[in-house]
């Protein structure tokens, strides 16, 4: 056992990292920091700053622009990256549809959307959950008839993130209402042009607007849009919730925001003295250090698995790094609010908003985004599968139920 | 010993009860929000009529002569209704500070104004800097003739952008963070010097910051002993803390409901979510957490008007830490069992918790509390 990276690793590291201090643009970078929105055109165009070095699909097969860089190499890409800190580039398109369409979608799918997703000429979303169909995603209604050349599409989903600009859906859609739940679902993808979509926003309670309801209204959607096989699309759901799953670890990230809390303990003072001298504080952050360096090792055994080829066994690891890391990310956003006091309560969505500010913000600069981050983030133990459904999800697997 | 509430205190709890349950429904009090001030000034004079606004005072100065119990029932009511009226900055804290160190011009001037609803009060006490500590009170107050001249900036006044006038605290002598040398004077918010910046707390109601550059004090405007005026803050204070536990247990009790019932009627895998277990424990350290915090608040009623000022603060900064605790507890708990519809701000949960966060953070979070009670031996004589 070596924990050290090798030299070529190293050598990796200190070249991504030197390019993301040298390319990241010093707005964004500052955004990140700070925790304010992070809009449309800022992730548009990191994100084409990355395909044009090559690196926005870095985990695609090389055929479609991947990399081909070892586990351990995205792994500290993505760490680089998050640390930056960088925004990620679009999670719908890069990680979730992109790899279904590379792993099941057919040769034409894979020209017309690939290359459009690496440089996000596409804003794409998640169209999974419904009203009625959250955890129990395998009941959901939304139905997709064949009629001659298309499916007509008829119904609704739900908290689907950032809608509002979307330009693509992917869909899971029943096709066979009448066999087994899982086994009557398929994967569509659907033009958010199509005649029939409304788009309806949904304030999150920390103010922001990010997620949506979707109406589909007799939806025509052309047969070429399906992925893979009719009735199959449940299969494909697993494999992309394994990667959203993995994705929502985002050690790189906390490790980020514990500097942001540390620099705003040194700032902030109680009586004479730095909150970070503050005993019980100091302890608190040294608390969820352990929690994340803890976390970090288990996605680092992961990561080298997956090095030495066992990677494909159904793995409840995704599900441990999911509930460990939205628990850290929480905490650290609690201690970000503590940290300022007092002077979390004002609320300036409008300071949220860089680009909207004309007013001096009320206490500290750094004070608006940090309450309502913490409302924010409870999602995190929420989406991608709660965190109860995770920990069913390992219970199975252990118990072999 | 007894917990039950008197004839009077059970007429006090139905009535409050009815008025709120009738008048604060969750569009309504989303209505109320749009309005100036960010509260209901219809309400307000409702207040004023079933007595509450004269409730703590007393009967001398135009006031009914309740008690911390009384307080204890509106509060609990109000935080049931996630209330938005100024009743904590006039009545608790403001009113406080006029109950407890008022001249008797002062008060036969503005308690019966308060008591009808035509005065709306602030305690404009932190700053900037002193986060939790009391004692540390920047802001000046030179002697000037007969009165005094303030110059400073007090933070995070709770309703200061609507408040007539303002009980705000400067230092007349002694260092920055020394408890002794503070004073506690009246200003008209109107005053030649004062200026006024309200805006929205994340919890849906409204503070300032406030700035007083040169503010002129005439003589009957300084309430108390200049210089002495600590021990009156801190039992200002106590009570107002006392006051939010209630008023924070009233927000978690509603929580819960609102929580088990969506686990009854909400259907995941062919059953109510309530089937599965996990959640159902979730419910239940739910309602252990709430009912801990409601003992602890009626420990901190019944300790508010103790004369014994370290024992009434021991058991107040104890419940702060239980009901921070709690409170925390409770409102993640109710957001994690709704999945997506508890993260909305059409849905009640949510508001519910960010009262419960903002009581935390008002007056000294758990975690402060807790190193308090610590510095001063805990609870248990050793
Ligand atoms: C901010 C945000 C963004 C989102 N973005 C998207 C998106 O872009 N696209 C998309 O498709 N979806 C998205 N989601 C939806 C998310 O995946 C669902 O909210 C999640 O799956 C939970 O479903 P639900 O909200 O219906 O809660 P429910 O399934 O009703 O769950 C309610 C509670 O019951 C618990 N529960 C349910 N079943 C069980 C069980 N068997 N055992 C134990 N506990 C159980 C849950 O853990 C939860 O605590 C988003 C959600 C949020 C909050």
Request: proline share 4%.
């Amino acid at each position: 056992m070596d924990l050290r990276f090798n030299d070529e690793e190293t050598a990796f590291r200190d070249e991504v990292r030197s390019f993301f201090k040298k390319s990241l643009p010093e707005n964004i970078r500052r955004k990140m920091v700070e925790g304010k929105k992070i809009g449309k055109e800022d992730i548009v165009t990191w994100q084409r700053i990355l395909n044009k070095k090559g690196w926005a699909v870095s985990h695609w097969a090389t055929e479609w622009g991947g990399t081909g860089w070892s586990p351990v190499k995205q792994y500290i890409f993505l760490d680089e990256m998050q640390q930056a800190p960088a925004p990620s580039p679009l999670q719908f398109g890069v990680y979730m549809v992109g790899p279904v369409i590379i792993a099941f979608g057919n040769e034409a799918q894979k020209k017309k959307f690939l290359p459009r997703i690496a440089n996000i000429d596409d804003w794409w979303c998640q169209g999974f959950s419904e009203p009625g169909s959250g955890s129990d995603l395998a009941s959901l209604k939304t139905t997709a008839k064949r009629a001659g050349d298309h499916y007509v599409v008829n119904g609704q989903k739900t908290w689907t993130t950032l809608a509002q600009y979307a330009d693509w859906i992917f869909c899971l859609v029943r096709t066979n209402p009448d066999s087994k739940k899982q086994e009557g679902i398929s994967f569509l993808l659907i033009d958010m042009k199509t005649p029939g979509i409304t788009v309806r926003p949904i304030q999150t309670i920390d103010g922001s607007r990010e997620v949506n309801e979707v109406f589909f209204d007799d939806v025509k959607v052309p047969l070429e849009n399906l992925v893979g096989e009719e009735n199959k699309g449940w299969d494909y759901a697993k494999f992309l919730l394994g990667n959203e799953r993995f994705g929502i670890a985002r050690v790189g990230l906390s490790k980020e925001r514990i500097r942001r809390l540390k620099e705003l303990a040194s700032i902030e003072r109680v009586g004479d003295k730095p909150m970070i001298d503050d005993e019980r504080f100091r302890t608190k952050i040294a608390a969820v250090e352990v929690e994340l360096k803890a976390l970090e090792m288990t996605q680092l055994r992961v990561v080298a698995a997956a090095k030495n080829g066992n990677s494909n066994k159904p793995d409840p690891a995704s599900s441990i790094l999911k509930i460990k890391g939205s628990e850290i990310q929480q905490t650290i956003s609690e201690l970000l609010f503590e940290v300022v006091g007092p002077y979390g309560l004002p609320y300036q969505p409008e300071q949220i908003e860089d680009d909207r500010v004309n007013e001096p913000p009320i206490g500290p600069d750094y004070a608006a985004p940090l309450a309502p981050t913490f409302f924010n983030w409870r999602k995190i133990s929420i989406y991608g599968g709660s965190n109860e459904i995770q920990k069913n999800i390992i219970a199975k697997a252990i118990l072999g139920l | 010993m007894d917990f039950e509430l008197s004839e009077e205190q059970r007429l006090l709890q139905e009535s409050v009860g009815r008025l709120l349950s009738d008048r604060y429904g969750f569009e309504q009090r989303t209505a109320y929000m749009k309005e100036p001030g960010g509260f209901s000034r219809a309400l307000w004079k409702q207040y004023a009529d079933l007595g509450i606004l004269a409730l703590p005072f007393a009967e001398e100065d135009g006031g009914i002569g309740g008690g911390p119990v009384d307080i204890m029932i509106v509060m609990e009511a109000m935080g049931r209704a996630l209330v938005l009226e100024p009743y904590l900055a006039t009545v608790v804290l403001a009113g406080g500070v006029l109950r407890h160190a008022g001249s008797k011009v002062l008060r036969a001037g503005l308690i019966p104004k308060i008591a009808d609803g035509s005065l709306v009060l602030a305690l404009a006490h932190s700053e900037r800097q002193s986060r939790y500590d009391l004692a540390d009170v920047a802001t000046s107050a030179k002697k000037d003739g007969a009165g005094y001249v303030l110059d400073g900036a007090k933070g995070i006044v709770l309703h200061g952008d609507s408040a007539d006038k303002l009980i705000v605290s400067a230092r007349v002598s002694g260092k920055q963070r020394e408890r002794d040398g503070i004073g506690l004077f009246l200003v008209d918010a109107k005053a030649k010097g004062v200026s006024i910046r309200g805006y929205q707390t994340i919890d849906g109601l409204r503070a300032a910051e406030v700035t007083l550059a040169g503010v002129k004090i005439g003589a009957e405007d300084v309430i108390g002993d200049p210089g002495k005026a600590s021990p009156v803050i801190e039992r200002v204070v106590d009570e107002a803390m006392a006051a939010l536990s209630a008023e924070a247990v009233g927000a978690m009790t509603v929580m819960h409901e609102v929580t088990t019932d969506y686990l009854k009627t909400r259907k995941q895998f062919g059953v109510p979510i309530g089937n599965f277990q996990v959640l159902q424990h979730a419910a239940v350290d739910m309602l252990m957490a709430t009912e801990q915090a409601r003992s602890m608040a009626m420990l901190a009623a019944m300790m508010a008007a103790e004369p014994n000022a370290v024992e009434r603060h021991k058991s107040v900064a104890a419940a702060k830490v239980q009901i921070g605790r709690s409170g925390r507890f409770v409102g993640k708990t109710a957001t994690q069992l709704h999945g997506g519809i508890g993260m909305t701000m059409e849905y009640k949960v949510g508001h519910y918790f960010k009262r419960a966060m903002a009581i935390d953070v008002s007056f000294g979070d758990a975690d402060h509390h807790l190193a308090t009670l610590a510095k001063m031996g805990g609870l248990l004589a050793a």
